[in-house]
Protein backbone atom coordinates (compact mmCIF):
# COMPACT_ATOMS: atom_id res chain seq x y z
CA UNK A 1 0.00 0.00 0.00
CA UNK A 2 1.09 3.43 -0.48
CA UNK A 3 2.07 5.87 2.44
CA UNK A 4 0.53 9.53 2.31
CA UNK A 5 3.98 10.62 0.88
CA UNK A 6 4.10 8.89 -1.83
CA UNK A 7 0.02 9.03 -2.85
CA UNK A 8 1.29 12.49 -3.04
CA UNK A 9 4.21 11.94 -5.16
CA UNK A 10 2.22 9.69 -7.45
CA UNK A 11 -0.23 12.20 -7.54
CA UNK A 12 2.36 15.23 -8.73
CA UNK A 13 3.17 12.99 -11.31
CA UNK A 14 0.38 12.35 -13.10
CA UNK A 15 -0.14 16.32 -13.03
CA UNK A 16 3.00 16.60 -14.93
CA UNK A 17 2.67 13.98 -17.27
CA UNK A 18 -0.93 15.95 -17.96
CA UNK A 19 1.12 19.04 -18.77
CA UNK A 20 3.77 17.45 -20.51
CA UNK A 21 1.22 16.02 -23.18
CA UNK A 22 -0.69 19.44 -23.69
CA UNK A 23 3.11 20.93 -25.29
CA UNK A 24 4.83 19.81 -28.43
CA UNK A 25 8.25 19.43 -26.64
CA UNK A 26 6.35 16.91 -24.03
CA UNK A 27 4.69 15.04 -27.40
CA UNK A 28 8.23 14.63 -28.91
CA UNK A 29 9.40 13.61 -25.51
CA UNK A 30 6.48 10.89 -25.66
CA UNK A 31 7.72 9.66 -28.93
CA UNK A 32 10.75 7.99 -27.66
CA UNK A 33 8.84 6.76 -24.71
CA UNK A 34 6.66 4.14 -26.05
CA UNK A 35 6.48 1.95 -22.72
CA UNK A 36 5.55 4.86 -21.09
CA UNK A 37 2.47 5.24 -23.33
CA UNK A 38 1.81 1.54 -22.79
CA UNK A 39 1.57 2.27 -19.25
CA UNK A 40 -1.07 5.16 -19.75
CA UNK A 41 -2.76 2.98 -22.53
CA UNK A 42 -4.10 0.97 -19.41
CA UNK A 43 -5.38 3.65 -16.96
CA UNK A 44 -8.51 2.91 -18.31
CA UNK A 45 -8.41 -0.90 -16.95
CA UNK A 46 -7.12 0.84 -13.95
CA UNK A 47 -10.82 2.18 -13.35
CA UNK A 48 -12.16 -1.29 -14.44
CA UNK A 49 -10.62 -2.53 -11.57
CA UNK A 50 -11.90 0.03 -9.19
CA UNK A 51 -15.49 -0.01 -10.38
CA UNK A 52 -15.27 -3.73 -9.62
CA UNK A 53 -15.80 -2.82 -6.05
CA UNK A 54 -18.74 -1.08 -5.28
CA UNK A 55 -17.21 0.60 -1.90
CA UNK A 56 -15.47 3.03 -4.21
CA UNK A 57 -18.84 3.56 -6.65
CA UNK A 58 -20.06 6.68 -4.61
CA UNK A 59 -16.28 7.93 -4.71
CA UNK A 60 -16.08 8.05 -8.28
CA UNK A 61 -19.58 8.78 -9.68
CA UNK A 62 -19.53 11.84 -6.67
CA UNK A 63 -16.28 12.76 -5.84
CA UNK A 64 -14.39 12.28 -8.58
CA UNK A 65 -18.24 12.91 -11.31
CA UNK A 66 -16.79 10.20 -13.95
CA UNK A 67 -19.84 9.85 -15.28
CA UNK A 68 -20.15 12.96 -17.79
CA UNK A 69 -16.80 12.34 -19.43
CA UNK A 70 -17.36 8.69 -19.77
CA UNK A 71 -20.56 9.09 -21.37
CA UNK A 72 -19.65 11.75 -23.68
CA UNK A 73 -16.63 10.03 -24.84
CA UNK A 74 -18.71 6.91 -25.29
CA UNK A 75 -20.65 9.06 -28.01
CA UNK A 76 -17.35 9.53 -29.99
CA UNK A 77 -17.65 7.17 -33.00
CA UNK A 78 -13.83 7.60 -32.73
CA UNK A 79 -13.18 6.97 -29.57
CA UNK A 80 -10.58 4.25 -29.42
CA UNK A 81 -11.45 3.25 -25.89
CA UNK A 82 -14.81 3.17 -26.14
CA UNK A 83 -14.99 -0.55 -25.01
CA UNK A 84 -13.53 0.04 -21.49
CA UNK A 85 -15.99 2.72 -20.66
CA UNK A 86 -18.62 0.55 -21.37
CA UNK A 87 -17.36 -2.27 -19.35
CA UNK A 88 -17.08 0.80 -16.01
CA UNK A 89 -20.54 1.51 -16.90
CA UNK A 90 -21.52 -1.30 -16.60
CA UNK A 91 -19.67 -2.62 -12.82
CA UNK A 92 -20.97 1.44 -11.72
CA UNK A 93 -24.55 0.32 -12.82
CA UNK A 94 -24.58 -3.37 -11.17
CA UNK A 95 -25.95 -2.24 -7.57
CA UNK A 96 -28.81 -0.10 -7.02
CA UNK A 97 -27.77 3.31 -5.82
CA UNK A 98 -25.23 4.17 -8.05
CA UNK A 99 -27.87 2.55 -11.23
CA UNK A 100 -30.10 5.66 -10.10
CA UNK A 101 -27.34 8.11 -10.89
CA UNK A 102 -26.02 6.46 -14.04
CA UNK A 103 -29.41 6.70 -14.93
CA UNK A 104 -30.23 10.19 -14.03
CA UNK A 105 -26.50 11.58 -15.55
CA UNK A 106 -27.30 9.26 -18.73
CA UNK A 107 -30.62 11.13 -19.02
CA UNK A 108 -28.75 14.83 -18.35
CA UNK A 109 -27.04 14.15 -21.39
CA UNK A 110 -26.55 11.24 -23.85
CA UNK A 111 -30.19 10.02 -22.74
CA UNK A 112 -31.11 6.18 -23.39
CA UNK A 113 -32.28 6.85 -26.95
CA UNK A 114 -29.12 7.51 -27.93
CA UNK A 115 -27.54 4.75 -25.82
CA UNK A 116 -29.73 2.49 -27.65
CA UNK A 117 -29.24 3.67 -31.01
CA UNK A 118 -25.59 3.24 -30.20
CA UNK A 119 -26.05 -0.40 -29.20
CA UNK A 120 -27.87 -1.33 -32.01
CA UNK A 121 -25.98 0.14 -34.97
CA UNK A 122 -23.26 -2.04 -36.12
CA UNK A 123 -20.06 -0.88 -36.40
CA UNK A 124 -21.11 2.41 -34.95
CA UNK A 125 -17.23 2.49 -33.59
CA UNK A 126 -15.18 1.00 -35.96
CA UNK A 127 -12.28 0.75 -33.05
CA UNK A 128 -14.81 -0.54 -30.15
CA UNK A 129 -17.62 -3.65 -30.50
CA UNK A 130 -19.04 -1.96 -27.37
CA UNK A 131 -20.88 -5.70 -26.28
CA UNK A 132 -20.57 -3.96 -22.68
CA UNK A 133 -23.64 -2.06 -23.47
CA UNK A 134 -25.50 -5.38 -23.39
CA UNK A 135 -25.20 -5.51 -19.30
CA UNK A 136 -25.32 -1.74 -19.08
CA UNK A 137 -28.45 -1.76 -20.34
CA UNK A 138 -29.55 -5.12 -18.30
CA UNK A 139 -28.74 -3.14 -15.37
CA UNK A 140 -30.69 -0.35 -16.01
CA UNK A 141 -33.88 -2.03 -16.26
CA UNK A 142 -33.31 -2.74 -12.22
CA UNK A 143 -35.05 0.73 -12.26
CA UNK A 144 -38.59 0.59 -13.46
CA UNK A 145 -38.48 4.35 -15.29
CA UNK A 146 -35.71 2.43 -17.77
CA UNK A 147 -38.15 -0.47 -18.18
CA UNK A 148 -41.26 1.64 -18.72
CA UNK A 149 -38.78 3.83 -21.83
CA UNK A 150 -38.05 0.52 -23.30
CA UNK A 151 -41.60 -0.97 -23.16
CA UNK A 152 -43.25 2.21 -24.38
CA UNK A 153 -45.33 0.98 -27.63
CA UNK A 154 -44.67 4.55 -29.20
CA UNK A 155 -41.07 4.16 -29.10
CA UNK A 156 -40.85 -0.09 -30.26
CA UNK A 157 -37.38 0.12 -28.54
CA UNK A 158 -37.92 -3.29 -26.72
CA UNK A 159 -38.62 -4.87 -30.92
CA UNK A 160 -35.26 -3.65 -32.25
CA UNK A 161 -33.35 -5.81 -28.91
CA UNK A 162 -34.70 -9.27 -29.95
CA UNK A 163 -32.92 -10.15 -32.46
CA UNK A 164 -29.50 -10.34 -30.22
CA UNK A 165 -31.07 -13.52 -28.26
CA UNK A 166 -29.44 -15.11 -30.85
CA UNK A 167 -25.84 -12.97 -31.47
CA UNK A 168 -23.24 -15.64 -31.69
CA UNK A 169 -20.36 -13.31 -31.60
CA UNK A 170 -20.51 -12.25 -28.40
CA UNK A 171 -21.52 -13.94 -25.16
CA UNK A 172 -21.49 -10.78 -23.35
CA UNK A 173 -23.97 -8.78 -25.62
CA UNK A 174 -25.95 -11.95 -26.28
CA UNK A 175 -26.11 -12.16 -22.32
CA UNK A 176 -27.01 -8.63 -21.56
CA UNK A 177 -29.54 -8.57 -23.92
CA UNK A 178 -31.22 -10.94 -22.76
CA UNK A 179 -30.88 -10.10 -18.90
CA UNK A 180 -33.11 -6.63 -19.88
CA UNK A 181 -35.57 -8.62 -21.52
CA UNK A 182 -35.79 -10.73 -18.44
CA UNK A 183 -36.01 -7.64 -15.89
CA UNK A 184 -38.89 -5.97 -18.50
CA UNK A 185 -41.23 -8.70 -17.87
CA UNK A 186 -41.05 -7.72 -14.83
CA UNK A 187 -43.64 -5.08 -15.64
CA UNK A 188 -47.02 -7.67 -15.86
CA UNK A 189 -48.90 -4.87 -17.26
CA UNK A 190 -47.31 -5.49 -20.77
CA UNK A 191 -46.85 -9.09 -21.08
CA UNK A 192 -49.72 -9.14 -23.09
CA UNK A 193 -48.63 -6.72 -25.45
CA UNK A 194 -44.74 -8.71 -25.54
CA UNK A 195 -46.10 -11.19 -26.87
CA UNK A 196 -48.66 -10.06 -29.03
CA UNK A 197 -48.06 -9.76 -33.00
CA UNK A 198 -46.31 -6.42 -31.99
CA UNK A 199 -43.43 -7.67 -30.32
CA UNK A 200 -43.18 -11.48 -30.34
CA UNK A 201 -40.91 -12.30 -28.18
CA UNK A 202 -41.50 -15.98 -27.51
CA UNK A 203 -39.82 -17.25 -30.64
CA UNK A 204 -36.69 -15.19 -29.41
CA UNK A 205 -36.98 -16.85 -26.16
CA UNK A 206 -37.76 -19.91 -27.50
CA UNK A 207 -35.37 -20.34 -29.94
CA UNK A 208 -31.93 -20.32 -28.67
CA UNK A 209 -33.36 -23.11 -25.76
CA UNK A 210 -35.00 -25.39 -28.77
CA UNK A 211 -32.88 -28.35 -30.97
CA UNK A 212 -32.41 -30.65 -33.23
CA UNK A 213 -34.86 -33.21 -31.47
CA UNK A 214 -37.30 -34.52 -34.33
CA UNK A 215 -41.27 -33.68 -32.94
CA UNK A 216 -44.53 -35.05 -34.42
CA UNK A 217 -46.09 -33.04 -37.23
CA UNK A 218 -49.02 -32.27 -34.32
CA UNK A 219 -46.38 -30.71 -32.49
CA UNK A 220 -44.63 -28.34 -35.29
CA UNK A 221 -47.99 -27.13 -36.25
CA UNK A 222 -48.61 -26.04 -32.92
CA UNK A 223 -45.41 -23.89 -32.67
CA UNK A 224 -44.66 -20.49 -34.11
CA UNK A 225 -43.17 -20.61 -37.53
CA UNK A 226 -40.06 -20.07 -36.61
CA UNK A 227 -39.51 -23.02 -34.00
CA UNK A 228 -41.25 -25.46 -36.36
CA UNK A 229 -39.14 -28.49 -38.41
CA UNK A 230 -35.56 -27.14 -36.67
CA UNK A 231 -32.78 -28.40 -39.17
CA UNK A 232 -30.65 -31.56 -37.96
CA UNK A 233 -27.80 -29.68 -36.84
CA UNK A 234 -29.98 -27.28 -34.23
CA UNK A 235 -27.84 -25.74 -31.92
CA UNK A 236 -29.28 -24.63 -28.29
CA UNK A 237 -27.71 -21.79 -26.02
CA UNK A 238 -24.12 -22.63 -25.13
CA UNK A 239 -24.01 -20.68 -21.63
CA UNK A 240 -26.09 -22.03 -18.59
CA UNK A 241 -26.93 -18.94 -17.10
CA UNK A 242 -28.48 -17.55 -20.06
CA UNK A 243 -30.30 -20.59 -20.71
CA UNK A 244 -31.57 -20.04 -17.21
CA UNK A 245 -32.13 -16.37 -17.55
CA UNK A 246 -33.84 -17.36 -20.88
CA UNK A 247 -36.29 -19.78 -18.54
CA UNK A 248 -36.53 -17.12 -15.73
CA UNK A 249 -38.13 -14.73 -18.08
CA UNK A 250 -40.84 -17.69 -19.60
CA UNK A 251 -41.74 -18.07 -15.93
CA UNK A 252 -42.10 -14.08 -15.64
CA UNK A 253 -44.69 -14.15 -18.51
CA UNK A 254 -46.39 -17.30 -17.31
CA UNK A 255 -47.52 -15.10 -13.90
CA UNK A 256 -50.47 -13.49 -15.97
CA UNK A 257 -53.59 -15.83 -17.12
CA UNK A 258 -52.72 -14.50 -20.57
CA UNK A 259 -49.29 -14.96 -20.71
CA UNK A 260 -50.05 -18.82 -19.52
CA UNK A 261 -52.58 -19.04 -22.11
CA UNK A 262 -50.62 -17.87 -25.10
CA UNK A 263 -47.34 -20.34 -23.95
CA UNK A 264 -50.02 -23.13 -23.76
CA UNK A 265 -51.83 -22.15 -27.03
CA UNK A 266 -48.64 -21.99 -28.88
CA UNK A 267 -47.13 -25.15 -27.65
CA UNK A 268 -44.28 -24.61 -26.01
CA UNK A 269 -44.12 -27.61 -23.67
CA UNK A 270 -42.94 -29.96 -26.70
CA UNK A 271 -40.04 -27.73 -26.19
CA UNK A 272 -39.50 -27.09 -22.98
CA UNK A 273 -39.93 -31.15 -22.60
CA UNK A 274 -36.88 -31.51 -25.18
CA UNK A 275 -34.82 -29.03 -23.12
CA UNK A 276 -35.45 -30.53 -19.95
CA UNK A 277 -34.20 -34.07 -21.39
CA UNK A 278 -30.95 -32.25 -22.76
CA UNK A 279 -30.16 -29.97 -19.70
CA UNK A 280 -27.03 -31.51 -17.55
CA UNK A 281 -26.62 -28.37 -14.61
CA UNK A 282 -28.41 -28.62 -11.96
CA UNK A 283 -29.64 -24.94 -11.49
CA UNK A 284 -30.84 -24.33 -15.22
CA UNK A 285 -32.67 -27.85 -14.71
CA UNK A 286 -34.92 -26.74 -11.50
CA UNK A 287 -35.31 -23.81 -13.32
CA UNK A 288 -37.09 -25.90 -16.50
CA UNK A 289 -38.94 -27.79 -13.80
CA UNK A 290 -40.12 -25.11 -12.16
CA UNK A 291 -41.64 -24.23 -15.67
CA UNK A 292 -43.14 -27.24 -16.50
CA UNK A 293 -44.97 -27.31 -13.63
CA UNK A 294 -46.70 -24.16 -14.65
CA UNK A 295 -47.27 -24.97 -17.99
CA UNK A 296 -49.39 -28.17 -17.42
CA UNK A 297 -50.74 -27.21 -14.04
CA UNK A 298 -54.14 -26.36 -13.21
CA UNK A 299 -55.42 -22.50 -13.59
CA UNK A 300 -54.73 -20.70 -10.09
CA UNK A 301 -58.27 -20.35 -8.10
CA UNK A 302 -60.79 -16.76 -9.28
CA UNK A 303 -58.51 -13.74 -8.06
CA UNK A 304 -55.40 -15.41 -7.75
CA UNK A 305 -54.86 -15.14 -11.87
CA UNK A 306 -52.04 -12.51 -11.65
CA UNK A 307 -49.11 -14.13 -9.55
CA UNK A 308 -47.50 -11.29 -8.97
CA UNK A 309 -50.13 -9.56 -7.52
CA UNK A 310 -51.11 -11.89 -4.99
CA UNK A 311 -50.89 -11.14 -1.29
CA UNK A 312 -48.17 -14.00 0.48
CA UNK A 313 -48.42 -14.20 3.95
CA UNK A 314 -45.24 -13.12 6.14
CA UNK A 315 -44.93 -16.94 7.81
CA UNK A 316 -45.50 -18.09 4.07
CA UNK A 317 -42.54 -15.91 2.87
CA UNK A 318 -40.10 -17.29 5.42
CA UNK A 319 -41.34 -20.58 4.44
CA UNK A 320 -40.79 -20.28 0.88
CA UNK A 321 -37.18 -18.34 1.57
CA UNK A 322 -35.97 -21.56 3.69
CA UNK A 323 -37.36 -23.71 0.91
CA UNK A 324 -34.94 -21.36 -1.50
CA UNK A 325 -32.37 -21.90 0.72
CA UNK A 326 -32.97 -26.05 0.99
CA UNK A 327 -33.54 -25.86 -2.79
CA UNK A 328 -30.08 -23.98 -3.53
CA UNK A 329 -28.15 -26.30 -1.17
CA UNK A 330 -29.48 -29.74 -2.89
CA UNK A 331 -28.93 -28.57 -6.31
CA UNK A 332 -25.04 -27.43 -5.62
CA UNK A 333 -24.77 -30.67 -3.95
CA UNK A 334 -25.97 -32.24 -7.27
CA UNK A 335 -23.84 -29.72 -9.57
CA UNK A 336 -20.93 -31.00 -7.63
CA UNK A 337 -21.81 -34.62 -7.52
CA UNK A 338 -22.77 -34.45 -11.66
CA UNK A 339 -18.43 -32.87 -12.29
CA UNK A 340 -17.24 -35.69 -9.73
CA UNK A 341 -19.07 -38.30 -12.70
CA UNK A 342 -17.59 -36.12 -15.75
CA UNK A 343 -14.58 -35.72 -14.20
CA UNK A 344 -14.48 -39.89 -13.48
CA UNK A 345 -15.02 -40.65 -17.16
CA UNK A 346 -12.66 -38.28 -18.31
CA UNK A 347 -9.85 -39.76 -16.23
CA UNK A 348 -11.32 -43.04 -17.54
CA UNK A 349 -11.30 -42.04 -20.83
CA UNK A 350 -7.85 -40.99 -20.85
CA UNK A 351 -6.93 -44.00 -19.11
CA UNK A 352 -8.37 -46.29 -21.60
CA UNK A 353 -7.03 -43.97 -24.43
CA UNK A 354 -3.18 -44.48 -22.61
CA UNK A 355 -3.69 -48.69 -22.44
CA UNK A 356 -4.69 -48.60 -26.33
CA UNK A 357 -1.65 -46.75 -27.77
CA UNK A 358 0.28 -48.94 -25.81
CA UNK A 359 -0.86 -51.79 -27.38
CA UNK A 360 -0.42 -50.83 -30.62
CA UNK A 361 3.16 -49.88 -29.71
CA UNK A 362 2.77 -46.39 -30.10
CA UNK A 363 4.74 -45.59 -26.22
CA UNK A 364 7.89 -47.17 -26.49
Known sequence: MLSESEAAELLSFLGYILGLSAHSDGCRFFRSKPDLLRALFDCYHVFINLTADETLHQVLVADVN??????????????????????????????????????????????????????????????????????????????????????????????????????????????????????????????????????????????????????????????????QYLPEDKKREEDPDIRKMLLETLILLTATKAGRTTLRDKNVYPIIREFHRWEKDAHVGAACEKLVQVLIGDEPEQGMENLMQVEIPEDVKEKLKEADIRE?????????????????????????????????????
Open 66 to 227: ILPVLLKNLQDPEYPFSDQICTILSNLSRHKKTCKTVFKVLQEGVGLAQLVEIFCTEGYNKKAKLHYLGPLLSNLTQLPETRNYLLDKDRCVVQRLLHFTQFQASVVRRGGVIGTLRNCCFEHDHHEWLLSEAVDILPFLLLPLAGPEELTDEENEGLPVDL
Open 328 to 364: QQELETEQERIRQEEEEERKKREAEGADREQETGLIR
